[in-house]
């Protein structure tokens, strides 16, 4: 065994010991494992620990704890043996924190009131993130046993009452729309074990749309909580970035700002995003980090119809059959309910690609491949692809900022488009309903494509996933006599058969103008009635 080998599971060893914490122990799983494991909770947990993690989103399971209908201890164990079951179902955990959380969850039982607005509530986390007392490896073999960092927004949500029960899985470099390493392994969906559950966020994403989290923390830089979220048929939200804290966060190139990141929750039901932003921003974390804008969470209300814009596509990859139909019954629902819906015309999406896609690694991917190498570990397949995208090379000082004057150039060319679309009737577009990717959730090692996703990172535009439907193999036929546009619309359209995704869920998203979050979030919530979906909606599991 080699010393990578070797180092890489003494990190396993401690997560499987993690695991024998659960008790009472989960029984014997079958081998094989399903191909979808939604049925799987109902048949290993009690019926009460069925019953909490399966009927409730977090604002109701903070209702019943501050009603002490439910103490923080019982709900902090039924979740803590679901994710268990997750784990074993999905491989979605890098760490149980069994006892920590036992001993958390007591204390705040323990208190006369309610610590905060997430009293007793449990959260579960990416772990790149970084926890304080626990090391950190952020994917990377060469950084196994090295601590973590201050986080802020882990801070806030642990004196606002939540209790820490596990840390997620994410993929080597943290840069794939995969969860892939040669650490923890490879994170599966939990509606179909043969599909990827996304990333970078994907330990994340399974363990939600497990229902082994009601509250999840991921990050986005590409698509990172969209993209799980979506594959997974959970709710998902990327803020603006400075919106929210960002430092704690272990990584390379750090202090590379030229796609900035963002945190942000992955949940069962839009009102847990709200709620999140809210406790966050309550805090004015802009007091201690100047870096961030300075702007509370202030929910917007619309006194008219709305004016949204579909994008059927991106003009370079079609999306699925799947993804077309959940575009047209959502956007018929909204024109039904009196909005004003109205094509998105795609500005130069191939061009943006091509500078988000170097944007990423202007150091050529150096400081990335350097750590990988450290340590000997492989280099995986969606790793290297993305480093070695066209025109990604080491840049010097003037091409660089060569380079962020064509994003920035970019950004006001499609400001300049989105308020174009007020010439005619004097309404400007409000939001913008898109596919999160090109389809339901891809093969393994199949997601090759960013741009559904990416596009509004490069222009730094709020985002908010939600469910829709799933793969219906009678609805949703391949389309045989269709003929791709070019490498990429070939790659995607050969991709799919409606039995390959047997099971997916298929979810979009909501885009709004840079910092106009509130609006996007309240946009959503119009959307969602449309559909028929009451407030009690949440994500079905």
């Known amino acids: 065994m080699n010393n990578w080998q070797e180092k890489s599971q003494s990190a396993r060893d401690y997560r499987d010991a993690s695991l024998t914490k659960c008790d009472p ?3 014997e799983l079958p081998d094989p494992l399903p191909l979808n494991s939604q049925e799987l909770p109902k048949k290993y947990l009690t019926e009460r620990e069925y019953e909490l993690t399966q009927n409730y989103d977090a604002i109701e399971l903070l209702g019943m704890l501050r009603r002490r209908e439910l103490s923080s201890e019982e709900l902090t164990r039924a979740f803590l043996r679901r994710a268990t079951l997750a784990q074993y179902a999905t491989n979605c955990l890098t760490e149980l924190m069994w006892d920590d959380a036992i001993t958390r969850a007591r204390y705040l039982d323990s208190l006369s009131k309610p610590l905060g607005p997430l009293h007793g509530l449990p959260i579960s986390i990416k772990q790149h993130h970084g926890m304080n007392g626990k090391t950190n490896h952020a994917s990377y073999v060469a950084w196994i046993g090295t601590p973590s ?3 802020p927004i882990n801070d806030i949500l642990y004196n606002s009452g939540c209790v820490f ?11 794939q729309l995969e969860c892939n390493n040669n650490i923890t392994g490879l994170t599966v969906n939990p509606w179909n074990r043969n599909l990827t559950p996304g990333g970078s966020s994907g330990g994340e994403g399974a363990l939600v749309g497990f229902g082994g989290s009601v509250f999840g923390m991921g990050g986005d830089i590409g698509g990172s909580i969209r993209c799980p979220a979506s594959n997974n048929g959970v709710y998902g939200f990327k803020p603006t970035s400075r919106r929210v804290p960002l430092s704690g966060m272990k990584c390379t190139m750090l202090g590379n700002e030229t796609v900035i990141p963002t945190f942000g929750p992955l949940t069962r039901s839009r009102e847990t995003l709200n709620l999140f932003m809210d406790v966050i921003l309550k805090t004015e974390p802009w007091r201690y980090d100047p870096w961030l804008f300075p702007k509370q969470w202030t929910p917007v209300t619309f006194d008219r119809p709305l004016k949204i814009a579909v994008q059927w596509w991106d ?11 959940a575009l047209r019954e959502v956007s018929d629902a909204c024109r039904a ?3 004003k819906v109205v094509d998105w015309v795609s500005l130069k999406h191939a061009e943006a690609w091509s500078i988000v896609s170097r944007l990423y690694f202007p150091d050529g991917g150096e400081d990335t491949l350097n750590l990988i190498k450290e340590s000997g570990e492989p280099l995986l397949p969606l790793t290297k692809w993305i480093i070695e995208q066209p025109g990604v090379k080491k840049l010097s000082i003037q091409e660089l900022w ?6 920035d150039t970019y950004r006001a060319e499609y400001a300049a488009h989105w308020s174009a679309t007020a010439a005619q009737d004097g309404q400007e577009v409000d939001v913008i309903l898109c596919p999160t990717t090109p389809g339901a959730a891809p093969p393994h090692e199949c997601s090759r494509y960013w741009p559904y996703t990416a596009q509004w990172n490069l222009l730094d535009y709020p985002g908010a996933v939600f469910p829709v439907t799933f793969v219906d193999p009678v609805k949703d036929k ?9 490498e990429k619309d070939k790659y995607n359209h050969e991709l799919y058969s409606p039995e390959k995704y047997v099971g997916a869920p298929v979810s979009l998203q909501v885009i709004g103008r840079r910092n106009h979050d509130e609006k996007v979030m309240a946009a959503l919530e119009v959307i969602e009635r449309a559909m028929g979906r009451d407030e009690k909606f949440r994500a079905r599991l």
């Open 478 to 486: 391949r389309d045989e006599g269709y003929v791709p546009m070019n």
């Open 165 to 175: 029960y596990c840390r997620t899985n994410e993929p080597q470099s943290t840069m």
């Open 25 to 27: 122990p989960i029984g």
């Open 337 to 339: 309910a009196g909005h």
């Open 402 to 407: 060569a380079l962020c004057r064509e994003r």
């Open 149 to 151: 960092v201050p986080n």
């Open 315 to 325: 003009g370079v990859v079609k999306p699925h059959p799947p993804m077309i139909r």
